[in-house]
């Protein structure tokens, strides 16, 4: 009987303690590849293709590991791409579920030309994630990654009518300035300098126009001027 008690008494000890060592299920390695676009936060929704001849799976995009062949004849998930593979989730010839990298040519879709238009999607965000890394800005962003490039704004101003919306955000950057005044010591006759207070300036500021979520211009300061408008493509609209 003591010992059943003492056993009780242990598991409510320990399972406070697991709880509280748990640690949040870090992100996977497979979603952090630079140089891939990964579709479901990029576009909010996923995209389907239609095998339409079994192809070999591959483990990297590099297509240096074969994982099994993917079956002919069904419809996958399309998770990730580049410019010239696609990674994809589905079943494979021997009837089990497979996810990995396969050629386009596998694959079919109710878009004619989802290769294209695919090839398109992935060289803008490769643009825009290169601005994104720099902290820049571009027409034709979306509000979305003008917020991942720039942070929040320090100011907005949105407009709606039957049209749409509008709007502007701005975004500061400031710098501390601080201000010495010189002072003589009564005793000694030394000369020093004396902090006197700390201003916060404006160093640069970045204001965006927008129309229905898309930037429509872009206007920064002297600091920041002197290089070409940045233009990228605007966000691409899939309907299948």
């Avoid at 002919?72 to 579920?97: C, F, H, M, P, W």
């Avoid at 100011?155 to 300035?177: C, M, N, P």
Wanted: net charge positive; with cysteine.
């Amino acid at each position: 009987m003591k010992l059943e008690i003492l056993a009780i008494l242990t598991a409510c000890m320990v399972l406070p303690l697991q709880a509280q060592i748990k640690r949040p299920e870090r992100k996977s390695l497979l979603d952090s590849d630079p140089s891939v676009v990964y579709l479901e936060p990029t576009l909010g929704k996923p995209l389907e293709l239609t095998v339409i001849k079994e192809a070999p799976v591959f483990s990297g995009k590099d297509g240096q590991h074969r994982l099994g062949t993917l079956k002919a004849g069904q419809t996958v998930k399309l998770e990730a791409i580049t410019d010239k593979i696609y990674r994809v989730r589905g079943e494979g010839k021997n009837q089990d579920g497979v996810a990995g990298w396969v050629a386009p040519w596998a694959f079919a879709s109710k878009e004619p030309d989802f290769i294209a238009i695919l090839k398109k999607l992935y060289e803008r965000q490769m643009q825009v994630q290169a601005l994104i890394a720099e902290k820049q800005v571009a027409v034709g962003m979306t509000l979305k990654e003008v917020g991942l490039s720039l942070g929040t704004p320090n100011k907005t101003s949105v407009r709606k009518t039957a049209a749409g919306q509008s709007g502007r955000w701005e975004f500061v950057i400031y710098e501390e300035v601080k201000n010495y005044v010189t002072e003589v010591d009564r005793q000694t006759g030394a000369v020093y300098r004396r902090l006197a207070s700390v201003t916060r300036q404006e160093k640069s500021k970045t204001a965006v126009e927008f129309s229905d979520d898309v930037v429509t211009a872009v206007e920064e300061s002297e600091d920041r001027v002197g290089g070409a408008v940045r233009i990228v493509v605007p966000p691409l609209i899939f309907r299948w």
